[in-house]
């Protein structure tokens, strides 16, 4: 048996890696590949003779004695699995885990020390960096409030500025698409919160999100040959990057911070139906034809980042209805709390490590690796 290094590691290059998804349901699918990690490394630990679980299977349910290694991998995963615990507790005890924030810095050491208690040797954290900022929530609402009262999901963009107190303002609906655009709103946003982003049309799914793959769909997908696989979803959001759907123009940032709002409102750049997704706020920059504004810009987290206004993203749902209201003509008023704390009292990010020894083939490593951050 070679050396296992199990490594659970962040990387800020992949669009999602600040997402914040605010349903546990949708948090499984995303972190599911980490606990299954962790079972999949447990197996091998199991094979190898040593303590697998701290969850022990009944007596009276007690399997033959058995070497053959795939039987014991498949008992392990379907009758001592961890997998919703281990899940549950870094997505629901924990909660969010931000780059830089306490909370990941807490799930680093969670799971090193879960790690450690499974057997595995030389769990440990180390450092990488620097990162920049770190950024934690403290208290966070949003509700329109006239011309009738309607709560409304959301939550603030990641490492947005917070404000100093509850802001209560006239909602305006931007609908700038090109510099030309922009005249008609000068000297009408100072204190304003604005909307900022498109309507996006919502389609009808009529096809279950999961299904059952039965002999003949494997047969099918086996006789297939190379083909494009799409992932689920992606037809209603089909012709955008994920590296660039739902991000704010840079440019058109920097005349909202101008002209002075108050708060900028994202919809949602995909989801629907409850579930949505956020991303680290956008800065003000330069939005020049052939510049990559989301590699290449300043970023959010920076420790020399510009100063940029406050923003959150709400459901599409609710911000659909909002834009549509204000085209109708109605006069909207939001009320938004928004308190933030950032920490830059450490600019350094942490991956946690962990060592199953090998045997007969203990001058061969093995690594696997999975994002604790969400």
């Known amino acids: 048996m070679p050396n296992f290094v199990v490594a659970q590691k962040l990387s800020l290059v992949r669009f999602g890696s600040n997402s914040v998804l605010h349903t546990f349901q949708m948090e499984q699918n995303h972190r599911a590949a980490l606990a299954l990690l962790l079972a999949v490394v447990l197996s091998f630990f199991s094979v190898a003779g040593q303590p697998a679980s701290e969850k022990k299977r009944p007596a009276t349910d007690q399997p033959a004695t ?103 303002a006239d909602v305006v609906y931007f609908q700038a698409r090109t510099n030309d655009d922009l005249q008609k709103y000068e000297g009408k946003l100072r204190g304003a919160i604005v909307l900022s982003g498109v309507i996006r ?84 920059g330069p939005d020049l034809p052939g510049t990559n504004s989301f590699t290449n810009g300043p970023r959010a987290w920076a420790t020399n980042a510009p100063a940029i206004p406050p923003q959150i993203t709400i459901a599409v749902e609710d911000y659909n209805r909002l834009a549509r209201m204000i085209q109708q003509g109605e006069k909207l008023k939001m009320a938004v709390e928004l308190q933030v704390q950032f920490h830059d009292d450490e600019l350094m990010a942490y991956n946690t490590f962990a060592e199953i020894p090998g045997s007969d083939l203990k001058d061969q490593v093995v690594m696997i690796g999975a994002h604790l951050d969400s």
């Open 66 to 168: 058995t070497n053959d290694a795939i039987a014991r991998i498949r008992d392990e995963g379907l009758n001592q699995s961890q997998l919703m615990e281990t899940l549950s507790h870094l997505t629901e005890v924990i909660g969010p885990r931000l780059t830089g924030s306490p909370n990941l810095k807490r799930a680093n050491e969670w799971t090193r020390d879960k790690l450690s208690g499974w057997g595995l040797t030389n769990a440990h954290l180390e450092a990488w960096g620097p990162f920049g900022r770190g950024w934690s929530l403290k208290r966070f609402s949003a509700q329109l409030v006239e011309p009738q009262t309607i709560p409304l999901i959301g939550y603030p963009n990641a490492w947005s500025p917070g404000l100093d107190k509850e802001l209560v």
């Open 201 to 284: 049309e919502l389609k009808p799914a009529f096809e279950p999100l999961a299904s059952r793959m039965m002999e003949t769909n494997l047969l099918r997908l086996a006789n297939a040959g190379a083909t494009n696989v799409s992932r689920v979803g992606s037809t209603r959001e089909a012709g955008a990057s994920p590296r660039t759907r739902g991000r704010f123009q840079p440019r058109f940032l920097s005349f909202l911070q101008k002209e002075g709002a108050a708060l900028i409102v994202n919809p949602s750049s995909s989801g629907d139906g409850g579930t949505f997704f956020v991303s680290a706020a956008s800065v003000s």
